[in-house]
């Protein structure tokens, strides 16, 4: 009797151990991934470096990548909210929900760039992924395009993508918003400057 | 199973119909075909403003300016291209240009302004409802032998509106083009 109390007794002991465990490895692993994020870019970024990086030959460099994910701009848009900020710059912190660059240097001069080739390499990766260029400047050795989705956009949730190549440096920018925080301050400022008038008249 | 084939065979084509109507392109919006920037480093820019970001455009200003706003609401695109000439294309686009004026010719848009000086060639069509409603406006241009463009505003617009669309939506191309429209003549009316 006392051997089958002692066994019942010590295995809901060795279950929560097993979770506490668990967790610890759970939350380890979520922690490397979350850390990794920050210097991984986003599928449709990827590609713009990839369509820029294929068309010119050379020795690339990273001379940065960072990705700054919805858990991290939640974090610093609640955190904000603690201090007193002027309107503007709170605006403009409530206003990003994720963004991310990645710049590069290629180590040889590439001399003359196919900006055509470029474009459509990424034109093609993008569209598969319902994205659509809506701008697209080439000019001697630069190059910028900028894509967004096809579908989805709106005043709270705009997204875009853009390439910027300038020589010897290339740099990718992602970045998603909502602009509400951003139309409010406009608004308000409007009112301001209607009033302004207004007393002004007076 | 006779009265779901009976039923399939009917619905089918409608779908098909509802799902053609739907990928119809509005009628003042002109295919210019695909443009490439020009080998050797010559000027391509090229701008697509889709109905999604104008309507995000007029939120911005509808409260400081109601009257562009009413403009930018009555659009649904604007596609500018500005191709630099080069020896490699410099044919290709005067062919590409005269297939353009040609083709809209013959689809019933009007030709209202023409301009043809110091070898710079403007041509401002535009296609009506009923005279008095703009469905689209459409702006060819060589400039010398510098660059081809192609303007295609789809909406109701007004010739003299576009250097303040230009403005409005940073697309300097269009806002030089906008001020060379207001410049220049209307074109003769045909007899």
Not at chain 1, 121 to 129: E, F, Q, V
Not at chain 2, 54 to 66: G, M, N, R, V, Y
Not at chain 2, 108 to 116: A, L, P, T
Not at chain 2, 119 to 137: A, M, P, R
Request: glycine share 10%; aromatic share 6%; proline share 4%.
């Amino acid at each position: 009797m006392v051997t089958t109390n002692r066994s019942e007794s010590s295995f809901p002991l060795f279950r929560f151990g097993e979770i506490v465990l668990g967790g610890i490895v759970v939350g380890f692993v979520v922690l490397v991934i979350g850390v990794i994020s920050y210097f991984r870019l986003s599928p449709e970024t990827t590609i713009l470096r990839e369509s820029a990086m294929a068309g010119m030959r050379g020795t690339w460099n990273k001379t940065i990548a960072l990705n700054v994910g919805v858990l991290t701009t939640s974090a610093v848009r609640a955190g904000s909210h603690l201090f007193r900020l002027a309107p503007e710059p709170q605006a403009a912190l409530d206003a990003v929900r994720a963004a991310e660059v990645g710049v590069y240097k290629i180590s040889e001069n590439a001399g003359q760039v196919d900006h055509r080739a470029i474009l459509a390499r990424a034109d093609k990766a993008m569209s598969a992924r319902r994205w659509d260029r809506v701008v697209g400047v080439s000019r001697e050795n630069e190059l910028v395009a900028v894509y967004v989705p096809r579908r989805g956009l709106s005043a709270q949730r705009i997204q875009c993508c853009v390439l910027v190549l300038q020589g010897k440096d290339l740099i990718v920018v992602g970045a998603t918003g909502n602009l509400d925080p951003l139309l409010q301050i406009a608004g308000k400022n409007f009112d301001l400057k209607e009033a302004t008038q207004h007393l002004a008249l007076r | 199973m006779k009265s779901l084939s009976v039923l399939g065979a009917g619905v089918l084509p409608l779908l098909l119909a509802v799902k053609l109507y739907g990928e119809t392109p509005p009628p003042g919006q002109v295919d210019f075909g695909t443009f490439s920037a020009p080998a050797g480093g010559g000027e391509f820019v090229e701008v697509n403003v889709t109905g999604s970001l104008i309507s995000l455009a007029t939120k911005f200003i509808e409260k400081d300016q109601p009257d562009v706003a009413q403009v930018l609401k009555g659009l649904q695109s604007v596609r500018v291209n500005v191709i630099g000439l080069t020896d490699e294309n410099r044919s290709d686009m005067e062919t590409r240009v005269q297939g353009v004026r040609k083709d809209l010719e013959s689809k019933g848009w009007e030709r209202i302004v023409k301009v043809q000086d110091k070898g710079q060639d403007v041509g401002v069509y535009l296609k009506t409802q009923n005279k008095d409603t703009v469905q689209g406006l459409v702006v060819v241009v060589m400039d010398g032998g510098k660059e081809a463009v192609f303007v295609n505003v789809v909406g109701d617009i007004k010739p003299e509106q576009l250097a303040m669309l230009g403005e409005k939506l940073h697309i300097d191309p269009l806002k030089k083009i906008g001020h060379q429209v207001e410049k220049s003549e209307p074109a003769p009316e045909k007899p």
